[in-house]
């Protein structure tokens, strides 16, 4: 059973236009919600994560909104650059085992 | 933050070889995980690497295939055996320092 489901898969946007990736989840007993940003040849790197006790939290360009009812949470960048592109994973952690399950990722591109 | 080491980078392997992947971080972390990622897509927990004891491993990953050692708070590693076209993966090191997951950069393994 798939526990997150993150969409699109890729996405174009030119630049300095919004992207959003979408990830819905099941198991309700998830309380932490990274997104990471990894690049070609390199590892994940944690870029902005949220606790369900808040709706949305901002960072930058970036911003996560969180909708606990419906059990989705989604990634918004403002004024996209070339140098976002890369490709981005949400992820699910329950409880303090920092045990992540991810989505199957989105791959961003900005066109300059 | 920490940085996550990994050795080798990359490596091709014939088939019913192993391959050993060695992870240093700079600093003592928490928890260590090890994940795999194939090609394009998304990453999967392998298992949890304890020190001092044996790893606790997701369902699909076993000891005899994936042995990890964790001698201290700093080092692991994991090894990949009796090797398969299949096992051609991006294997990553995980750590937990300061409450924030780092990865290393990957280890790219080719099985021929």
């Known amino acids: 059973q798939q526990q997150v489901k993150q969409s699109p898969q890729s996405l174009i946007v030119q630049k300095g236009g919004i992207s959003i990736i979408n990830c819905a989840y099941e198991?309700?007993?998830?309380?932490?919600f990274p997104w990471y940003q990894q690049f070609p040849g390199k590892g994940p790197a944690l870029l902005i994560a949220?606790?369900?006790?808040?709706s949305e939290k901002k960072e930058g360009r970036f911003t996560i909104s969180f909708n606990k009812s419906a059990k989705q949470f989604s990634l918004h960048i403002m004024d996209s650059q070339p140098g976002d592109s890369a490709t981005y994973f949400c992820a699910l952690e329950e409880g303090s085992a920092r045990q992540l399950t991810f989505g199957s990722g989105t791959q961003l591109t900005v066109l300059p | 933050s920490a940085v996550i080491s990994q050795k080798p980078s990359r490596d091709i392997c014939q088939r019913g070889t192993s391959l050993t992947i060695q992870c240093q971080v700079d600093s003592q972390v928490t928890m260590m995980f090890w994940y795999r990622q194939q090609p394009g897509q998304s990453l999967t927990l392998i298992a949890t690497a304890n020190q001092g004891s044996e790893a606790t491993y997701e369902s699909g990953f076993v000891i005899d295939k994936f042995p990890i050692s964790r001698p201290n708070l700093t080092f692991s590693t994991l090894t990949v055996s009796n090797l398969s076209p299949e096992d051609s993966s991006i294997y990553l090191c995980s750590g937990v320092n300061t409450g924030e997951l780092f990865f290393g950069e990957g280890s790219r393994l080719t099985v021929l």
């Open positions: 949220i606790r369900p006790d808040v």
């Open positions: 198991n309700t007993a998830f309380d932490y």
